[in-house]
């Protein structure tokens, strides 16, 4: 289906990018398009619709769970879909209008040339602000200043009815819209609120002889300090496994030439980030830090410390890099397609983290299935990739999987707390999510899209 007027493409080879995201799950499709504006989507949207075609909406294709791949129909792309406008800034936030493909790389650049930022900061550079507000994506400094959605003004989206809205926090519509994984529409733009930079910025490396006393210092900064009032933004956790899969990379990535090298034999890194207005407070609370790293095994010399915006953005990237650098590695390992990624997505208490990594590490040594983690110690929400090297262990990694989202659900733990559940995790997600929640987004769905034209295959078959 050719149609030249709204630039819809027939499937052909040169478009098999599109069938697949991080996830490495590839499905397929009929025709693709890439529309440039948003009277353009609407006029895309009113053919398929007419014919009663699928729609796959995709962003770029960073998603782990395969949310954004094609099982049929139409794929459309809105990476060309990245327009910035501001629409009000004073001295304390700045109000801007981003269209949905804007990549949140993008989105930092342009507002740092004015001095501010876009506080939910989730990892993925290359993700789309449709993407991060489709799949509820959070950051790194999500604990400290608090969801994505508290950072969205409004959310400007096609309903599945062919009709424009403009939603608020007023309305259920834009609270609907979050991690709805695009099944109850197309989200155009949003208008965005970003603050200020703060005045100082202190970031801080620790590394540690072993992942226990690690989680130990992590546990001991949480019960130590008042983490809002002293302004600690930040906790990140990186495991052995996660830094040699990033030291590696840096090989061929010039992109992560600017990481220092990690100091030989660590077996696991805390990063610690503290945002304030007096510089002085926060070397204060650096040297109380410092203090409490080497309690718990930490060499203070080794440790790095950074001042600013621009010498933090080094922790920043390397911090970025490792779900790039993992992802990147497990397309190392074999050419087989069928081996799909497999991660957890479980937010705990804070107090479980050990106990909760212990049953990881070991039940992985039961499987002989290597495991690398890295994530948010401050959300206790620590990310387990499996990293199988072959077919058979693809499939020992599963029954592994399932292993740890019952025992994670035995500790009560959020099983779905960030990267969506598209198709990868349907099968966890029918089995182990509240089935009252399944019930109430399968009627939600049937009520915004009663036909089953927006991403086919998210969450239920």
Same mark, same amino acid.
């Given at each position: ?257 600017? %990481? ?39 060499? %203070? ?67 002989? %299935? ?13 990310? %387990? ?28 733990? /959020? ?42 295959? /998210?969450?239920?078959?």
């Amino acid at each position: 289906m050719i149609n030249n007027r709204l630039s819809i493409h027939d499937y052909s080879p040169s478009y098999d990018l599109y069938k697949k995201d991080e996830s490495r799950l590839a499905g397929s499709f009929d025709s693709i398009s890439f529309p440039e504006s948003i009277e353009e989507i609407i006029a895309i949207y009113n053919t398929l619709s007419a014919h009663g075609t699928p729609v796959t909406v995709q962003g770029n294709r960073t998603g782990i769970c395969g949310g954004s791949v094609p099982l049929r129909g139409h794929v459309m792309s809105l990476e060309k879909l990245n327009q910035i406008h501001i629409v009000e800034c004073l001295n304390d936030y700045c109000l801007i209008n981003v269209l949905g493909g804007t990549t949140l790389e993008a989105l930092d650049l342009f507002l740092l040339k004015k001095g501010f930022f876009w506080p939910p900061d989730p990892t993925e550079k290359q993700s789309t602000i449709g993407g991060i507000i489709a799949t509820g994506a959070k950051g790194m400094t999500h604990s400290f200043y608090g969801e994505s959605k508290k950072y969205v003004q409004s959310v400007t989206y096609l309903h599945p009815s062919g009709i424009v809205k403009i939603v608020t926090k007023d309305d259920e519509d834009f609270h609907d819209l979050f991690s709805s994984e695009g099944m109850l529409g197309i989200i155009l733009s949003a208008e965005l609120i970003a603050i200020q930079i703060p005045k100082e910025s202190l970031g801080i490396g620790f590394f540690f002889n072993s992942w226990q006393e690690a989680c130990d210092f992590g546990e001991d900064v949480v019960l130590s300090f008042n983490l809002k009032e002293v302004g600690i933004v930040a906790l990140e956790f990186l495991d052995r496994q996660t830094l040699t899969i990033i030291q590696n990379m840096k090989a061929t990535a010039s992109h992560l030439k600017e %990481i220092p090298s990690f100091p030989d034999d660590v077996h696991a890194l805390m990063y610690i980030e503290i945002h304030g207005s007096d510089e002085d407070a926060l070397m204060d609370i650096a040297e109380e830090l410092l203090l409490l790293s080497e309690k718990w095994g930490s060499d %203070i010399d080794s440790s790095w410390a950074l001042s600013g915006h621009k010498e933090i953005s080094v922790m920043h990237t390397l911090r970025h890099s490792a779900p790039e650098s993992v992802n990147h590695y497990l397309s190392t390992l074999n050419n087989n397609h069928a081996i799909t990624k497999l991660a957890t997505d479980f937010s705990l208490r804070s107090s479980q983290i050990k106990e909760w990594l212990n049953y990881c590490y070991d039940k992985s040594k039961d499987f002989n %299935i290597p495991i690398c983690v890295f994530g948010h110690f401050l959300d206790a929400h620590l990310h %387990i990739n499996l990293l199988p090297d072959n077919l058979q262990k693809y499939k020992d990694s599963i029954t592994l999987l399932d292993q740890w989202y019952a025992y994670a659900a035995k500790l009560g733990a /959020n099983l779905f707390a960030e990267h969506g559940i598209g198709k990868l995790k349907r099968s966890f997600y029918q089995q182990y999510s509240d089935h009252e929640d399944l019930k109430s987004f399968i009627s939600k769905k049937h009520i915004y899209d009663k036909h089953g034209l927006f991403n086919p295959g /998210n969450r239920f078959d």
